[in-house]
């Protein structure tokens, strides 16, 4: 009886590690796709390399985030970095993608960034 709770709740925990982390994902996101999208829709703030220094930075009030460092975090899950692109934060500046982008194509964005040096 025991060892079958402890068996569940291994099953539990696996899964639920899979189901943050997300290991596949990367090999089903296009990178070129994404260089693009992130030239296109994202540049212009956080510039080329994503640290924030985008040639419009200087005329927001908050200062766009480094994703370059935010999305290499392993801490943050690939869904809640979509969801953050795609409802944005508008009331500081950062636009929601909403309706723009699809959520491939935020998770191909966020696999470029990461391929920057
Ligand atoms: C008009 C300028 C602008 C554009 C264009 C822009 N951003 Fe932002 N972004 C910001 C600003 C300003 C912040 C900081 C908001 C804050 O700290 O409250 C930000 C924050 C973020 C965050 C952190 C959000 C959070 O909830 O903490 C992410 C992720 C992000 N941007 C990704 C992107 C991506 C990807 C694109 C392109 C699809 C993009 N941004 C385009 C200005 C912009």
């Given at each position: 009886m025991f060892k079958k709770i402890l068996i569940i709740i291994l099953i539990i925990i696996v899964v639920g590690c899979f189901y943050y982390i997300?290991?596949?994902?990367?090999?089903?996101?296009?990178t070129a796709n994404g260089k693009i999208q992130y030239n296109q829709n994202?540049?212009?703030?956080?510039g080329k390399k994503g640290?924030?220094?985008?040639?419009?930075a200087a005329s927001l009030s908050k200062r766009p985030k480094n994703i370059n460092k935010k999305f290499k975090d392993?801490?943050?899950?690939d869904n809640r970095l979509t969801r953050q692109i795609l409802l944005g934060k508008p009331k500081s500046?950062?636009?929601?993608f909403k309706g723009v982008l699809s959520e491939s194509d935020a998770e191909d964005i966020i696999a470029y960034v990461r391929t920057i040096k």
């Open positions: 997300q290991p596949f994902k990367s090999m089903s996101t296009n994202c540049l212009s703030c956080h640290l924030g220094d985008g040639p419009l392993i801490w943050k899950p500046g950062m636009p929601a």
